[in-house]
């Protein structure tokens, strides 16, 4: 998917900021832009539209609204930027909390749109790597595990050196066409049933 061929919602109580967040991104291209001026309701038309980058104004929003406002974005798994016209240090970090990609204090120029959109989209992408990153070494570090406590098992069992157990696996797993981590948990599974 190319840069233009996002699916952009603004969500904007007030008309005339939302025409400047449109005119911005309809003169930086972006032709799929759909502008909301209803918080209530919001979660039905994110789930319809399928966006994929969020754009929140908020000219001066209560603590209900924020709060409401984050909890959608925590689910919603998508770039998001928010503009408010004055916030506190709270608000901030529990917008990051949240997972708002680009949060912007007092700001809303047309011209601004386009690199805080660019902004809120990279960043997302950064973090989400980043999330993957941190998922793929967590389940790494419990393979890791696995097939340790796999050879332990064997070494016991079959009075095998910590080389031998591992080279049984590794035969094992290369001759059943499946990953080490597996046939180490069918060991440790099965020692579980014969102990």
């Known amino acids: 998917m190319t840069h233009l ?23 930086a291209g972006h032709s799929r832009v759909t502008v909301v001026h209803e918080v209530n309701g919001i979660a039905r038309v994110i789930e319809s ?36 016209d004055r916030s506190d240090t709270a608000s901030i970090e529990a917008a990051v909390d949240a997972g708002v990609s680009a949060y912007i204090v007092d700001g809303l120029k047309k011209e601004r749109v386009k690199p805080i959109l660019d902004m809120a989209v990279s960043r997302f992408n950064a973090f989400s790597r980043l999330q993957r990153e941190l998922a793929d070494a967590k389940s790494a570090l419990e393979e890791r595990k696995i097939v340790e406590r796999a050879k332990g098992i064997l070494m016991k069992m079959r009075s095998l050196s910590e080389e031998q157990a591992f080279a049984l696996l590794r035969q094992t797993a290369m001759n059943e066409k499946k990953k080490i981590a597996d046939i180490a948990q069918s060991v440790v599974t099965a020692a579980g049933l014969l102990m």
Request: aromatic share 6%; hydrophobic share 45%.
């Open 49 to 84: 539209l399928q966006p994929d980058v969020i754009f929140i104004d908020l000219e001066n929003p209560n603590r209900d609204m924020m709060e409401h406002l984050f909890q959608l974005t925590r689910t919603v798994g998508r770039p998001i930027a928010m503009f408010v």
């Open 5 to 27: 061929d996002l699916t952009i919602l603004v969500i904007d109580e007030n008309a005339i900021r939302a025409s400047i967040i449109e005119e911005g991104l309809h003169e």
